[in-house]
């Protein structure tokens, strides 16, 4: 009987998931749900967050099952590489130079050897695309300085490099609005930070407009960016959106959004509708190399997020199906 007890005991102890997924809704998911979805879009926004390891060993595993089902239908690009290293990515993806050479002249961020070293060099061993599509810094620099108008005089070589100008800009997404809330009312109320938001867009303008170059019919783009540039199908999701309406051909566009939670077994309001799919992982979760302020020039004046305690949703696994899409209006 004693025996019995501590079996039951241990039996019943919960798992430790490294990672669940969910739907906008805040539904459980299977994983592949998530990847029958991805497989008919035209573009797939994988939100991470740059120093988290699960998010970079999924985004593998992602790009490996889209290669599987689209082969060299699979274009992937990062917001990791800047507009000015596409030749140098593009000569390394078509073995034309030696890696050693790519990883010795080409802007790589901190963690590139760990994060995403694997999934340039699966592009190029299967011969696949991989566009660069961030803005250089030293641009987002300008931006950030003297605003969009610092653009104007950059050299007319250079224009190439950066999304067309002028740059469209709303100030009242979400995305922006947020970036001078958490610098607190002060700084909310000053015409002196507006430049801050204006180089996050620079940014997703930048990226959406490269996105956009490369969209073709039956090709799928799985683009790598930090969360908080697709999030609420807000950032670059809006500028491509834009750019998309001058042509007569509509985009299925996904959303992926990584996020952590101390509780897993708990789906937080606070989540909810971030993206189409939202992969939460355990907050304790060991960490990589995170990039340095200077590789994301936009953020290096944020200070950390507030911490708030975020309701919550209780996981119904009776009501819910793992493979439940949230199809109903709940």
């Known amino acids: 009987m004693y025996f019995v007890l501590i079996l039951f005991l241990v039996s019943s102890k919960p798992d430790k998931p490294a990672y669940r997924i969910f739907n906008a809704k805040g539904h459980s998911v299977k994983y592949e749900a998530l990847l029958d979805e991805a497989k008919t879009s035209d573009v797939i926004f994988f939100g991470e967050m740059h120093d988290n390891p699960i998010c970079h060993w999924l985004e593998l595993e992602l790009e490996k099952d889209l290669y599987a089902f689209k082969h ?55 011969g696949l695309k991989f566009i660069a599509t961030n803005i ?23 224009r190439g490099l950066i999304a067309p100008l002028p740059i469209k800009y709303n100030a009242e997404l979400g995305c922006y609005k947020n970036m001078l809330a958490m610098m607190g009312p002060e700084a909310a109320a000053s015409h002196m930070m507006d430049n801050l ?65 101390s509780d897993m077994e708990e789906f937080s309001k606070e989540n909810l509708n971030k993206a189409d799919f939202i992969i939460c992982i355990p907050g304790d979760m060991t960490k990589t190399i995170a990039p340095s302020a200077a590789e ?14 975020a309701d919550t949703i209780k996981s119904d696994t009776t009501k819910v199906d793992d493979d439940d899409q949230g199809d109903d209006d709940d």
């Open 72 to 126: 060299r239908k699979l274009v992937l690009g990062a917001e990791m590489f800047e507009t000015d290293n596409q030749l140098l990515l593009k000569e390394y993806t078509t073995k034309f130079i030696r890696k050693k050479d790519f990883e010795g002249e080409a802007k790589l961020w901190g963690n590139y050897k760990t994060d995403y070293a694997p999934l340039v060099d699966f592009a190029h061993d299967n």
């Open 136 to 158: 250089p810094r030293r641009f987002a620099a300008i931006v950030n300085m003297k605003g969009f108008e610092g653009l104007d005089s950059i050299f007319a070589n250079e």
């Open 197 to 261: 938001p204006k180089a996050q867009a620079i940014k997703d303008a930048t990226m959406g407009w490269f996105i956009f170059k490369n969209c073709q019919i039956g090709t799928t783009i799985l683009h790598f960016n930090g969360s908080y540039h697709s999030e609420n199908h807000e950032g670059i999701v809006w500028y491509l959106n834009e750019y998309n309406k001058r042509t007569a051909t509509p985009l299925k566009i996904m959303t992926i959004s990584c996020v952590e939670q």
């Open 296 to 309: 994301m020039p936009a953020m290096k004046t944020m200070p950390p997020l507030p911490v708030m305690k």
